[in-house]
């Protein structure tokens, strides 16, 4: 009795040292700000729970660019070292692994976030340790932090077009189906403002929870309210099941067009090409873009992670930020963060979506709209862009149909 | 499977002394420790994070309490942590708003100030709510089914819905709760500046001593008469019955009792970590903790805190070390102490010192 009692204690014991041990471990290895010759820089992305299938793909852009900069001689001839934890697709989980990397690993920036609740659980850690977070997603806009640079697009750089396209295409009745989050939201209130100034008319909107995978009842309400198109702000897995729904409803591209704003070729692929090619989508890059520097970021994505690999927007605002952040601590001589956010703006680079310039008063990107159209090979063909980057204009206002709704 | 096979002795040691002191003494060294050695050895960012344990620690007594001594499996405390933490959520935002609207409702499309929102601008209103709304609740959801003999797996089943529509509920309600979000970005707690190291101080110890009292005070409980019915409830309700008592009074009061400790941790959760949002709350998070709580031990409170504690601790850690595959680790901890101690730590401490007697 005595004796099993201690052989059950003992590896108990032993687990609970090696625990100690584990937690004992980086208090003394890691030291201030990296080393001599190497920047440490955080990397925080959910890599386990239902937003890891997306948020992997960011964190592996962000970790060639790294690799290439490194490469190329590093920033100010030091190394980048990337410090990766994991937000495990839970806000509070964000916010304690942004302080752990400013306090603890004392990192010069943090590249991170993917949901709209990620980044508001983040702001305030970030905005009250006055350290820098470059957050790689299109967003819902009417936010501005000192201590975020937003490199994807925000409303008037992909709703905004997405809706002047469909108006241009004669659509006059919407329906808008979402994700019941804050992006959807108020991604429909910004559509719904434009349609009563444009002469469109918003004759559905409805709601699923995120993760939600029924979408029969839904679809039959679309179908029967006949609109000309369906705005759709469905997130992650919900699109599988309401493309696939959309398509048994008997409803084609051409009868009933979707644009979609959080559909890109990772999705596409998750969705099943057979069930939404043809449809639109809204984003400021594809696979396809045509440039030189898009050459090279497919080309050496694919040759680092596999030649069925697919680049998206997200993974491409996720490799920009990393170059826009190295362009800034060069031309500000240090990774001293107000330093950083000086030099920032105006900063210029051709990148794989075309030219990307930081905008210093509100730290978004000036960015190039694109409307897509997917193709039966699971690619995204542009049939339309804005010609130039357009200005970020986070709380639209340049455009007198929104006023009201960016008094925040 | 029934949920109560296995029933220790509730046989009291013959008090000599030395065992009447032991409790005392043990309870007193991790008092030091916890209020006196770890604010002046560990950094803010630590501290921060054991704070945090240790609300958790709050939530798991209650668990102790109801399904350890009253062999009810709650699954569903997110519920009251929840309720707690939005009270004082909402008494925060709204000081900081001062009068105006608070940020979320701005861009959600709220014009006026919901009505359910304006008492919780007075400081003491919001604090009883943080602790009547759950206990008055788990009361009426407990007059409801113990009276009918809901119990067992029915019970626990019935506590996990709950948990999952009221993460939906607060989802759907995005200009009312914020949504997926939660409420965010607190800046300050009846005046002071919550970024401050030294207010983050000051809130760990009163979480510790708010942990400390409660712990006291539950094991109080649990040696009275009270407890004691609550034992022979757990064990066998209907002889319970037939001796003249009713269970589903014990049971309610019990339960009521566990989620306003719960209210009272999702409180003090708010200011520590700064966020309180549904991702908090759902049948996930509280299985965690109802986990946490088999890891150290269901049948002692103190087993209960341990777990929370270590199983905080060991998240943290895992998930600093190992990124990329931490959950793993985290369930194999869990099925290492399932099948080596089914009784958790503290079983194991407890027959340990019974032998070397």
């Known amino acids: 009795m005595r004796n099993s009692a201690w052989r059950t204690a003992i590896p108990l014991v032993a687990l609970v040292a090696t625990l100690g041990a584990c937690g004992a471990e980086p208090a003394t290895s890691q030291q201030a700000g990296g080393g001599e010759d190497s920047i440490k820089v955080g990397i925080l992305h959910s890599l386990s729970g239902t937003m890891a299938i997306s948020e992997v793909t960011v964190r592996d852009a962000e970790l060639l660019a790294i690799e290439e900069i490194n490469a190329a001689g590093g920033v100010l001839g030091k190394k980048l070292v990337p410090v990766v934890e994991d937000g495990a697709s839970d806000w509070p989980t964000f916010a304690e692994k942004a302080t752990k990397l400013i306090a603890r690993d004392k990192v010069a920036t943090v590249f991170g976030g993917w949901t709209s609740a990620s980044r508001k659980a983040m702001l305030p850690v970030f905005e009250r340790r006055k350290a820098l977070l470059w957050y790689p997603v299109q967003y819902e806009g009417l936010e501005s932090s000192p201590y975020i640079f937003?490199?994807?697009?925000?409303?008037?750089?992909?709703?905004?077009?997405?809706?002047?396209?469909?108006?241009?295409q004669g659509k006059k009745k919407i329906f808008l189906v979402g994700s019941d989050y804050v992006f959807p939201r108020t991604a429909?209130?910004?559509?719904?403002?434009?349609?009563?100034?444009?002469?469109?008319?918003?004759?559905?909107?409805?709601?699923?929870?995120?993760?939600?995978?029924?979408?029969?009842?839904?679809?039959?309400?679309?179908?029967?309210?006949?609109?000309?198109?369906?705005?759709?702000?469905?997130?992650?897995?919900?699109?599988?099941?309401?493309?696939k729904q959309l398509k048994s409803a008997g409803a084609?591209?051409?009868?009933?067009?979707?644009?979609?704003?959080?559909?890109?070729?990772?999705?596409?692929?998750?969705?099943?090409?057979?069930?939404?090619?043809?449809?639109?989508?809204?984003?400021?890059?594809?696979?396809?873009?045509?440039?030189a520097a898009n050459g090279k970021f497919v080309a050496a994505f694919k040759a680092k992670y596999g030649a069925d690999k697919v680049t998206s927007d997200p993974m491409e605002a996720g490799y920009n930020a990393v170059y826009l952040w190295a362009e800034a601590v060069k031309k500000a001589g240090s990774v001293e963060v107000e330093a950083v956010r000086k030099a920032a703006g105006g900063i210029e680079l051709e990148r794989p979506e075309g030219l990307v310039t930081i905008d210093g008063e509100n730290q978004h990107m000036f960015k190039t709209a694109r409307i897509g159209v997917v193709q039966p090979d699971g690619l995204i063909k542009e049939v339309w862009n804005s010609k130039e980057p357009i200005k970020p204009d986070p709380y639209l206002k340049g455009y007198p149909w929104a006023t009201g709704l960016a008094q925040g | 499977m029934t949920l109560t096979t296995e029933r220790p002795v509730a046989k009291t040691p013959p008090a000599t002394w030395r065992t009447r002191l032991q409790g005392p003494a043990v309870f007193a060294t991790v008092a030091v420790l916890a209020l006196v050695?770890?604010?002046?050895?560990?950094?803010?960012?630590?501290?921060?994070?054991?704070?945090?344990y240790l609300v958790y620690a709050i939530v798991a007594l209650g668990i102790g309490l109801a399904w350890g001594q009253g062999g009810m499996l709650v699954l569903g405390?997110?519920?009251?942590?929840?309720?707690?933490?939005?009270a004082m959520g909402m008494h925060l935002k709204l000081v900081e708003a001062q009068g105006d609207l608070p940020d979320f409702m701005v861009w959600s499309g709220v014009e006026q100030l919901p009505a359910l929102w304006e008492p919780f601008a007075n400081p003491v209103f919001a604090l009883a709510m943080v602790v009547l709304a759950p206990m008055a609740l788990a009361t009426a959801l407990g007059a409801l089914v113990f009276r009918q003999r809901v119990r067992g797996a029915y019970f626990a089943i019935l506590t996990q819905a709950l948990a999952a529509a009221f993460v939906i509920l607060l989802i759907g309600q995005q200009g009312l709760t914020g949504g997926t979000n939660g409420l965010t970005n607190f800046f300050e707690l009846f005046g002071q500046d919550l970024a401050l190291d030294e207010t983050q101080r000051v809130l760990y110890i009163v979480v510790a001593v708010v942990l400390g009292l409660l712990y006291l005070g539950a094991r109080q409980l649990v040696n009275s008469r009270f407890g004691r019915l609550l034992v022979a409830v757990r064990d066998g309700e209907d002889?319970?019955?037939?001796?003249?008592?009713?269970?589903?009074?014990?049971?309610?009061?019990?339960?009521a009792i566990?989620?306003?400790?719960?209210?009272?941790a999702g409180a003090l959760f708010v200011p520590v970590v700064g966020i309180i949002s549904p991702a908090l709350l759902g049948v996930v998070p509280s299985l965690e903790l109802v986990v946490a709580v088999a890891v150290g031990g269901r049948f002692a409170l103190a087993g209960a805190v341990l777990g929370a504690v270590?199983?905080?601790?060991?998240?943290?850690?895992?998930?600093?070390?190992?990124?990329?595959?931490?959950?793993y680790l985290q369930g194999a901890l869990f099925i290492l102490v399932m099948t080596l101690a089914p009784r958790g730590i503290a079983g194991l401490l407890r027959r340990r010192r019974k032998e070397t007697r």
């Open chain 1, 252 to 291: 084609t591209a051409e009868s009933l067009p979707t644009m979609s704003v959080s559909v890109a070729e990772e999705e596409v692929k998750g969705i099943g090409v057979d069930n939404i090619a043809g449809h639109l989508v809204a984003w400021n890059y594809y696979q396809t873009t045509e440039n």
């Open chain 2, 258 to 264: 566990s989620a306003g400790m719960a209210g009272l």
């Open chain 2, 77 to 86: 405390q997110g519920v009251f942590f929840g309720l707690g933490g939005y």
């Open chain 2, 239 to 255: 002889r319970v019955r037939f001796l003249g008592y009713n269970p589903a009074t014990v049971k309610t009061v019990t339960f």
């Open chain 1, 150 to 168: 937003y490199t994807g697009a925000t409303t008037n750089q992909q709703i905004v077009p997405g809706l002047e396209y469909l108006k241009e």
């Open chain 2, 310 to 327: 270590v199983m905080g601790y060991a998240k943290t850690t895992f998930s600093e070390q190992f990124a990329g595959g931490w959950l």
């Open chain 2, 37 to 52: 050695v770890a604010p002046l050895l560990l950094e803010p960012f630590r501290l921060g994070l054991l704070a945090k």
């Open chain 1, 188 to 243: 429909n209130k910004v559509i719904k403002a434009y349609a009563a100034a444009n002469g469109m008319q918003v004759i559905g909107e409805e709601y699923t929870p995120l993760g939600h995978t029924e979408y029969s009842t839904l679809v039959n309400k679309v179908v029967q309210a006949k609109p000309d198109a369906v705005f759709n702000t469905l997130n992650g897995d919900s699109n599988v099941a309401f493309f």
